[in-house]
C-alpha cells in the first residue's frame, strides 16, 4: 500500500508532527555546531587509507605477478586492495563528499563541486539523479526513479507486465554490472523512448557518460595491464574482479537502503505541499537501516544508517551513528517503525520482494506490515486511562467466549 | 551564462540547484566558492533565498536585477565553500527555503 499522507497514515497530530520536526532541527543544529577538526581528520584518514590502498594494491599487482612464486597469491591480494579501494572511495568518500557534507572544511579537493568519483557515472549526473531525485522524491511512485532503477518492479502498485517475469535475471545483471547500471541512471531511457528527452540534453550527458566510461575502461583494462608486462592478462582479470566486487558491494547496500520490508512508498499526493515536518517523516517511512560493526559502516558509506542519511543527507557521515541514537529515541516517543535488522536478513528481503514481484499481485502476498492502529489503540496508558474491568482479571483471564457470555 | 534567470525565485528549482548543486543562473555545476545573491537583511541573517551560483553567474545577474526587477534593492554577493539548505517549517514566517552559508569566504 502506497501512502498518500504520511500524517494522517502514522496518526499524528499537528502538534505532534511539529515538535518531531522541531527536534530534529535541533539534531541538526547540534552537529553543524559541533563539526570540526575531529570530522575533518576523520574524513582526511578515510582518503589516505583509500589511497594507500590503491597503491598496494596497483603495486601487488604490477609487481607479485612477475613471479611465477607469488602470481595467484599476489593477483588475489592485489583485486582485494583494489576491490577495498573502490568501495572505500565510492561508498563513504565520493558518495559523501559529493553530497556537500564536506564543504563546510572548505578544502579544495574535498568538495561536492570537483569530487569526480572512481566509478562509470560522471559526478555531475550522480548529484542530479541521487541528491535531487532521490532524495527529494524518496519512495515515491513515478517521481524516483531508484524504484526499480526502471528496469525492476519493486512495488505492488507498479503495474505488472510479463517482462517482470525476467526480474531474477535482470537483478543478477544489475547487480554485477551495477557502475554501469547507475552509469545510465540519469540518462532516463523511458523518457528517451518516449521521445520525451530534450535532445540536447541527452546529447550533452552522453558525451560525458562515454568519456569517463572511457576514461575508467582505459585505467583499468589498459593502462593498468600495460604496465605488469607479460602478465598484463592477470592484472585484468584482477581489476575486473575487483570492479565486480564493489558493484556487487554497493549494489547490496544500496538495495538495503529502501526495498526491506518496513520502508514505505508513497503517491505523489503525499508531496503536493508537503510540510517540512511531513518531508523528516517521509524520509524515516521510507528508509530502512541495517545494523553492524564499525569497520562495516565504513565500508557501507555509513549507509547503514540510511534514515539519518536521508533525514540529514549533508551533515558528515561519520557522526550518523551518534545521531542515529537520538532519532531511534525520537521514533520510539512518537511510536513511528524505525525499520533495521542484520544486513543479510534485510537484503534477503529485498531479494524476496525482487523475486515475488516478478509475478502478477495475484499470485503473491505482500509483506509490508500492516499500517499501525490509530493512538488510542496503540499508546502506553496510565492507572487512570485503563478500563474499570482491567481489575476484573478473573473475567478477562477467562477468554473472550466465557467473557462474552458474562457480560 | 544566465539561461536558468527566470526561474530563480522559482521554489522547485531552487530545491533541485541547492541538491543537485549546480548553480541557479546557468544550471550547471557549482564551483568554489559558492556565491549567494541577497539583500542586506538577508546578509544580516545569513540566510538567503536565491539559488546557489558561480561568482560569476552571481555578478552578472547582479547587474540584471539592478536593472530590472530588483531595481533599487542593494543587492550584496557572500562567498562560501559551503552552505547548509533549510526547509521551511509550518509555522515558520518565511515560508521559502534558505540557504545559510556555513564557511564565509
Not at chain 1, 535482470?170 to 531511457?189: E, R, T
Not at chain 1, 532519532?327 to 531479494?351: F, H, M, N, S
Not at chain 2, 550584496?76 to 564565509?104: H, K, M, W
Request: glycine share 8%; proline share 5%; net charge neutral.
Amino acid at each position: 500500500m502506497a501512502i498518500s499522507d504520511v500524517q494522517q497514515y502514522m496518526h499524528l497530530t499537528d502538534e505532534e508532527i511539529e515538535e518531531l520536526g522541531r527536534e530534529l532541527d535541533t539534531i541538526r543544529a547540534d552537529i553543524e555546531e559541533s563539526r570540526g577538526a575531529a570530522d575533518a581528520a576523520y574524513i582526511n584518514r578515510m582518503i589516505r587509507i583509500q589511497r594507500g590502498l590503491a597503491v598496494a594494491g596497483r603495486a601487488t599487482l604490477i609487481l607479485g605477478t612477475a613471479s611465477r612464486r607469488t602470481r595467484v597469491p599476489a593477483a588475489v591480494a592485489g583485486a582485494a586492495l583494489l576491490g577495498l579501494h573502490k568501495i572505500l572511495e565510492n561508498m563513504e568518500i565520493g558518495h559523501n563528499v559529493m553530497h556537500g557534507q564536506w564543504d563546510w572544511m572548505n578544502d579544495p579537493e574535498i568538495h561536492s563541486s570537483n569530487w569526480e568519483w572512481d566509478t562509470a557515472q560522471p559526478a555531475e549526473q550522480w548529484k542530479h539523479s541521487h541528491n535531487y531525485i532521490h532524495h527529494q522524491f524518496t519512495n515515491v511512485l513515478g517521481y524516483d526513479n531508484d524504484i526499480g532503477y526502471g528496469i525492476m518492479r519493486l512495488a505492488r502498485e507498479q503495474r505488472w507486465n510479463p517482462y517482470y517475469l525476467g526480474q531474477p535475471v535482470y537483478n543478477a545483471l544489475l547487480a554485477s554490472l551495477f557502475q554501469w547500471g547507475v552509469a545510465l541512471h540519469d540518462l532516463d531511457i523511458e523518457r528517451i523512448r518516449k521521445g520525451e528527452k530534450d535532445p540536447a540534453e541527452m546529447k550533452r550527458q552522453l558525451v560525458q557518460i562515454l568519456s569517463k566510461g572511457r576514461n575508467q575502461a582505459v585505467k583499468d583494462y589498459l593502462v593498468y595491464p600495460a604496465l605488469s608486462g607479460r602478465q598484463w592478462r592477470t592484472t585484468l582479470i584482477a581489476n575486473a574482479s575487483a570492479n565486480v566486487a564493489r558493484n556487487l558491494w554497493s549494489y547490496m547496500i544500496i538495495f538495503c537502503g529502501h526495498f526491506p520490508d518496513g520502508a514505505l512508498h508513497f503517491t505523489e499526493e503525499e508531496i503536493q505541499d508537503e510540510t517540512r515536518d511531513e518531508w523528516y517523516l517521509r524520509q524515516i517511512l521510507g528508509a530502512a537501516n541495517f545494523e553492524g560493526g564499525p569497520l562495516l559502516h565504513i565500508l557501507s558509506g555509513n549507509l547503514g544508517f540510511q534514515i539519518e542519511h536521508h533525514l540529514f543527507p549533508d551533515l558528515p557521515s561519520n557522526r550518523y551513528a551518534e545521531i542515529s541514537v537520538r532519532v531511534r529515541a525520537l521514533c520510539e516517543k512518537y511510536d513511528i517503525p524505525y525499520t533495521t535488522g542484520p544486513l543479510l536478513r534485510q537484503y534477503g528481503q529485498a531479494l524476496r520482494t525482487i523475486l515475488k514481484l516478478s509475478l502478477p499481485n495475484s499470485a503473491t502476498s505482500s509483506d509490508q506490515p500492516e499500517p499501525p492502529t490509530p493512538p488510542r489503540d496503540r499508546k502506553r496508558r496510565s492507572d487512570q486511562e485503563r478500563p474499570s474491568r482491567i481489575a476484573e482479571l478473573g473475567v478477562w483471564s477467562r477468554g473472550r467466549s466465557r467473557e462474552s457470555k458474562v457480560s | 551564462m544566465l539561461t536558468q534567470a527566470s526561474r530563480i525565485h522559482d521554489r522547485s528549482w531552487v530545491v533541485q540547484c541547492a541538491l543537485s548543486r549546480i548553480c541557479g543562473g546557468c544550471a550547471m555545476s557549482l564551483g568554489r566558492p559558492v556565491a549567494f545573491l541577497g539583500t542586506a537583511q538577508e546578509v544580516g541573517r545569513n540566510a538567503f533565498h536565491l539559488p546557489p551560483l558561480h561568482v560569476e553567474c552571481a555578478e552578472e545577474l547582479a547587474r540584471e536585477l539592478a536593472a530590472g526587477p530588483g531595481a533599487g534593492t542593494d543587492w550584496r554577493l557572500v562567498r562560501t565553500a559551503g552552505f547548509e539548505f533549510a526547509r521551511p517549517g509550518r509555522d515558520d514566517a518565511d515560508q521559502q527555503p534558505r540557504f545559510v552559508p556555513n564557511s564565509l569566504l
